[in-house]
Structures are given as C-alpha cells and as structure tokens.
C-alpha cells in the first residue's frame, strides 16, 4: 500500500506570495490532517479534513486554509506568505474505525522557505 | 496550544541501555500516542494506548498511562543506534477530536 505522499518536497517562496501544498492520503483513508513543524513552536495542528469537510481547526490565522476532494486528497493554501511561514508541512490520513482516531500516517513533508 | 509536555527535553544514553521518556498533559484524554522522528523515515507513529488502558507493549516499546496523574511513560528497552530520534507524544481530548503534539525529547544512543 503506498504511503502518504506530499508534493512539493521543497518550496521557496517570497514573503506576500502565496502557495499551495498537496497531500494524497493513504488509499481508504477518509481523514486527512495538517500540522506546522517549526524548530520553535515544535509540530502545531492547523487542520483536519474528513469527507471533504473541515472538522477540526487550530489557532492558525484565516491565511491558511485547506480543503479536501472527493477522491481525499487534500490541498493547503497560504496567502500573503510571511517569514514566519517558514517550516516543515506535514500531512498526515487516518483510517477511522469505531469512532476513534487510530493511528496516523505522516508524509514525509513540504519543507517551505519564504524569503 | 500544546497539551502535552516531554521529559526530559534531551536524553543521551549508551546502546543497551534502557531510555525512559515522560510526558504529561492537562486535561482528561481519550487516547495518548507515541511518535518517532527521525531524518531518515519522517514521523512514525508507535503505539497508541487508549484511556482505558494502563500499559500496553510493542516489542521493545512499553508505554504507560496514568490518568490520574495524566501522564504517560514511554520505555525503550536494550536501545540501538537507530533508535536516535525525537520521540513526541500526542493527545487526543475526545472522538473526533484534533491530536495536538508536545515538544519532544531528543534521544541519542551513543554506540
């Protein structure tokens, strides 16, 4: 079964631009969740998707955004990037079962550089 | 805001030793997790233990959960090279709820 895949791997960007970060889950894998990695702030949720629907949501400011498809795959969104944006993006799917969240499957991460 | 907090922050041991990590966290959980993180394989996750459970196993993994106290304890035992990495622990409050991460201990075996 092929693991979580995120593109891009590596992205650099200008402060004021903005970018856009792709994960496809885990095939089956209905919930896809969103997670800043910073050497500062350590790994801080941003978002989570389930069935194409935003369930839970950080403390992240309205630049970011996310969404998720039909077929799970999911997209996060940063507007008018700062350099404080930057960090290592992870994405993580799980598989529900009996209503409780079960383990997660990371991607290997975008890591972004905003100048 | 992070509900979980590691202890120590950095450890170094000898291979074969045991490590022993802490983490303690605020309010009641539903279930705790462990993950692992490395250069090499990214973010792994290692065990899960639910609330309503005290210890739970995997090979030389042993983890243990006390609620009253809120806090987890996670073992290593006869530790490796390979298992130099960052190890977090993460809380889920409630079903359906979202996993917040706390800041990780560092582990380094020296071999």
């Known amino acids: 079964k092929a693991g979580v895949t995120q593109t891009p791997r590596y992205l650099i960007k200008t402060r004021g631009q903005q970018v856009t970060l792709s994960c496809s889950p885990i095939?089956?894998?209905?919930?896809v969740s969103w997670y800043q990695q910073t050497p500062g702030q350590g790994l801080q949720f941003l978002f989570e998707?389930?069935?194409?629907?935003?369930?839970n949501k950080g403390n992240f400011p309205g630049r970011f955004s996310g969404r998720q498809f039909s077929n799970s795959r999911s997209e996060m969104n940063v507007s008018t990037l700062e350099l404080g944006d930057s960090a290592l993006y992870l994405c993580?799917?799980?598989?529900?079962?009996?209503?409780?969240?079960?383990?997660?499957?990371f991607g290997p991460g975008t890591r972004l550089t905003v100048l | 805001s992070q509900q979980g907090e590691e202890d120590p922050q950095a450890l170094s041991i000898q291979e074969g030793e045991n490590a022993t990590m802490n983490c303690s966290y605020k309010?009641?959980?539903?279930?705790l997790q462990w993950y692992r993180q490395n250069s090499g394989r990214g973010l792994v996750h290692l065990i899960l233990?639910?609330?309503?459970?005290r210890e739970k196993h995997s090979g030389r993994l042993r983890v243990t959960l006390d609620t009253s106290k809120k806090s987890s304890s996670l073992l290593i035992t006869a530790s490796r090279a390979a298992d130099t990495a960052s190890y977090f622990c993460?809380?889920?409050?409630?079903?359906?709820?979202?996993?917040?991460f706390g800041p990780g201990t560092s582990l380094s075996v020296i071999p």
């Open positions: 998707y389930f069935s194409e629907t935003q369930r």
């Open positions: 993460a809380t889920e409050k409630t079903s359906y709820d979202k996993v917040i």
């Open positions: 309010t009641s959980i539903n279930n």
């Open positions: 993580a799917s799980s598989a529900l079962a009996g209503g409780t969240y079960n383990e997660q499957f």
């Open positions: 233990i639910r609330s309503n459970e």
């Open positions: 095939s089956g894998h209905r919930s």
